[in-house]
């Protein structure tokens, strides 16, 4: 058995305590490409951003106890628990609090530079306030409705029973969350403050493409419900 090297040991092992757990593929192509004189702590946190951004299904190990299991969808299950911790990326974000006309009068309000601070519409601009100033959160408190993916691929819809830090219309889509100790009813997650974890980060091809589509899909439940 080929012996792991330290350096190595140490950032599987810092990786691993933050929910992020790479494969050996991808550790050894990580450390591959990065010069032999970094330290430690900067090679933590390059990584760190590097699993954030990426797709877990090509990039994370996993164990039957860190994914799904292969009923999760099985609705005739009432409720069960599953223990974890299972990391998962967030592939969709839906605030089931507001109706989806409000949801697309905020966007369009975002796209003209304006947003709102009580009852007064505020001009915005984007080089003061950042790149994210234009970016609708949709100013709901949720609940939220989540679709989230394990690192096997298996997709699950997740409801918020109570407001989770971090899970709002705005969060990133490819945002990496953990879940431990959950509940699963008829095949839904249902997440709570001390179930589930946003652990940040963001798929930036699919964050803007699913931000490009949303207004269109909104109008699409919109006219499915007519």
Not at 25 to 33: H, T, Y
Not at 137 to 163: C, I, W
């Amino acid at each position: 058995m080929a012996q792991t090297h330290p350096l190595q040991h140490a950032l599987l092992t810092h990786l691993t305590t933050k929910n992020l757990t790479p494969t050996s593929k991808w550790l050894n192509e990580f450390l591959s490409s990065q010069r032999s004189n970094i330290p430690l702590p900067a090679l933590q946190k390059t990584a760190l951003f590097r699993l954030q951004t990426s797709d877990i299904t090509s990039t994370l190990a996993h164990t039957p106890l860190t994914v799904f299991p292969p009923n999760i969808h099985d609705a005739s299950l009432q409720t069960r628990t599953l223990t974890g911790p299972i990391t998962v990326q967030v592939l969709e974000i839906e605030d089931v609090g507001r109706s989806r006309w409000s949801q697309i009068e905020a966007i369009e309000s975002a796209e003209r530079g304006e947003t709102t601070k009580g009852r007064e519409v505020v001009r915005v601009v984007p080089s003061e306030a950042g790149d994210d100033a234009l970016d609708v959160s949709g100013g709901g408190t949720g609940p939220f409705k989540l679709l989230l993916q394990d690192v096997k691929g298996t997709r699950v819809y997740a409801f918020e029973m109570e407001s989770v830090e971090g899970v709002n219309g705005g969060m990133a889509i490819g945002a990496k969350m953990v879940l431990r100790n959950v509940v699963v009813a008829r095949g839904v997650v249902m997440m709570d403050a001390g179930t589930a974890m946003v652990l940040g980060g963001k798929i930036e091809g699919m964050d803007k493409m699913w931000r490009e589509g949303r207004k269109d899909r909104l109008r699409a439940g919109i006219e499915e419900t007519r």
